[in-house]
């Protein structure tokens, strides 16, 4: 049996702008080339980079990018990450990283 859908408290509509999207990838260095390459968006450099992000970005571990209407893409190669749990009612949070 599938679960409802979760209904959202806001108006329809009130939803602005989204900060940013974090992906775990299974290959950092194609991942950048797509992102960067293929479809030109600008990869985060130097004191662009969210300080939070700079040793990970420095281990080759995290990729920044940032699209046309200023929506910033995370990439992070986290292969031993376990996949979404199943249970739809066990919240996912960075503890669980």
């Known amino acids: 049996m599938?679960?409802?859908?979760?209904?959202?408290?806001?108006?329809t509509g009130l939803l602005r702008r989204i900060h940013h999207i974090a992906l775990n990838v299974k290959d950092?260095?194609?991942?950048?080339?797509?992102?960067?390459?293929?479809?030109?968006?600008?990869e985060l450099v130097g004191d662009e980079i969210p300080a939070t992000l700079r040793a990970e970005v420095e281990a080759g571990r995290v990729a920044n990018f940032i699209t046309p209407?200023?929506?910033?893409?995370?990439?992070?190669?986290?292969?031993?990450?376990?996949?979404?749990d199943l249970d739809p009612e066990r919240p996912f949070t960075a503890r669980d990283i």
């Open 2 to 11: 599938m679960a409802d859908p979760p209904t959202s408290t806001l108006p």
């Open 28 to 42: 950092m260095q194609a991942s950048r080339r797509f992102y960067g390459e293929i479809l030109g968006l600008h």
């Open 69 to 84: 209407d200023g929506t910033v893409l995370d990439l992070f190669w986290r292969p031993d990450l376990s996949p979404p």
